[in-house]
């Protein structure tokens, strides 16, 4: 019985792990910021985040400690939040090869909790597609001059 309860406990808690969206977006040359949210119970794990299409062929980007510090290994960052129980990750300097299927997950004894989802770059966009800088009229001042008409004649 008692490892009936076990398994119950293990099941629910691998489906109480999920990822903000299937899909984020950022520009390249720019930063995007993904989110997975986990329930109560897992705060002191590790977290980690990953790249790659198989489970078994994901290679670990960066990795918390198990702590909320903030963890950083080339252009990607991890960070714990255990208050909100949220895994925020960080891409910076994007470029159009970091579009691939990503996974956030929990390190923990067998089989680690994961999530996993796309990273779409879009194109920066190109400078000369900007329109042009034409110049805006501008209001146009009034010199009042005297007036060269002859004013009326005023009677005594």
Not at 18 to 29: F, L, N, S
Not at 73 to 79: E, V
Not at 117 to 132: R, W
Request: positive net charge; aromatic residues 8%; charged residues 25%.
């Amino acid at each position: 019985m008692k490892l009936l309860w076990i398994l119950l406990l293990l099941i629910i808690q691998g489906h109480s792990f999920i990822c903000q969206k299937a899909e984020v977006r950022g520009p390249e040359g720019g930063t995007l910021t993904a989110y997975c949210k986990y329930t109560s119970g897992w705060e002191s794990y590790k977290k980690w985040w990953c790249r790659g299409k198989h489970w078994n062929s994901c290679r670990i980007l960066v990795k918390t400690t198990g702590s909320e510090r903030l963890m950083k290994k080339g252009q990607a960052s991890i960070q714990d939040d255990h208050g909100i129980r949220t895994i925020n990750m960080t891409l910076e300097e994007l470029r159009r090869d970091d579009a691939d299927t990503y996974r956030c997950g929990i390190e923990k004894t067998g089989k680690d909790l994961g999530y996993k989802f796309s990273v779409i770059i879009d194109p920066a966009p190109d400078p000369t597609d900007f329109p042009k800088t034409v110049p805006r009229p501008t209001m146009a001042s009034h010199t009042l001059l005297p007036s060269t008409r002859a004013s009326p004649a005023v009677s005594p």
